[in-house]
Nanobody
């Protein structure tokens, strides 16, 4: 069983940066993958990006390319989402999830965190 806890969210201003963490308890196999998703008020949950736990592969949503960057610290059992040049439209609850497939859909991930709120003020 894997449990995931996101942290690092908060209130920032337009143009600021923020780094979210996703810390896992339980063993993460090297062939597992981490997906990041977000859900804004009144909107459906959307894919942000995904990374292989090995770090060998990353995928990003178009909205994240060039501004968001994913990484893994295997020693800390933690995945990171570095978000730069934040915009008000990035305001959402951000979630991480883990499974064997590196997919773009929430339903593809069995283990999921509870999310952390990111609010970007204009």
């Amino acid at each position: 069983q894997i449990q995931l806890v996101e942290s690092g969210g908060g209130l920032v201003q337009t143009g600021d940066s923020l780094r979210l963490s996703c810390t896992a308890s339980g063993y993460i196999y090297s062939n597992y993958n981490v997906g990041w998703f977000r859900q804004a008020p009144g909107k459906s949950r959307e894919f942000v990006g995904g990374i292989a736990w090995s770090g060998e592969e990353t995928i990003y949503a178009d909205s994240a390319k060039g501004r968001f960057f994913l990484s893994i610290d295997d020693a800390k059992n933690t995945a990171y989402l570095q978000m730069n040049s934040l915009k008000p439209e990035d305001t959402a609850v951000y979630y991480c999830a883990v499974d064997q497939l590196l997919g773009r859909a929430w339903y593809e991930y069995r283990w999921r965190g509870r999310g952390t709120q990111v609010t970007v003020s204009s």
